[in-house]
């Protein structure tokens, strides 16, 4: 299995300041065919299921602010919150999708310092 | 809207049988691949299981093989996930999520079902 792992743990930004989150895969989920990576990111607040926020890696979901970035290819991903506001305050996971079976990181918590 | 809405959940013995079902609305679901993701109680994700939108293609997590076994109703609109020889560890909210290919990205989830293994 391919093993996701986020970094930190968890995070405690200022209002307005950036948040970064990184991802690394323990083997490339870049797909060489069509240049993709399967590599997705989700926000989960308590008591609510996950919402899609990022998929191959950098393409924002529709309706998702465009203060949230993805980046990187291969083993290693970065999602970028900009300008954190209060709403953001949620747990972050990527996720893999390139092999058959589908992994997430162990999630990483995002705070209001 | 698209939805989808988890049932079947609840308390049961270990080694029991619990059968859940998601329920789809405002979208074709036949056109979509139809995954369970469970999360145990303060933990993270857990990709569960997978189903091809015919029902001919299925995927399970190690950890399930042999005990859980995904099914859909296509023509009720309707995922299911039988779990069989339940044990502590199973012990979670199970959500059924979309994705819009074999591998995709969940791109609507439900808002989940508690399963609790206790005695």
Known sequence: DIVMTQSPDSLAVSLGERATIHCKSS???LYNSNNKNYLTWYQQKPGQPPKLLIYWASTRESGVPDRFSGSGSGTDF???IS???AEDVAVY???QYYSTLWTFGQGTKVEIK | E???VESGGGLIQPGGSLRLSCAA???TFSAYWMHWVRQAPGKGLVWVSRISTDGSNTTYADSVKGRFTISRDNAKNTLYLQMNSLGADDTAVYYCARTWAMRGAFD???QGTMVTVSS
């Open chain 1, 78 to 80: 970065t999602l970028t």
């Open chain 1, 93 to 95: 996971y990527c996720q």
């Open chain 1, 83 to 85: 300008n954190l506001q």
């Open chain 2, 25 to 27: 609305s405002g979208f």
């Open chain 2, 2 to 4: 698209e939805h989808l």
């Open chain 1, 27 to 29: 083997q490339s989920v």
């Open chain 2, 108 to 110: 609507i989830w439900g």
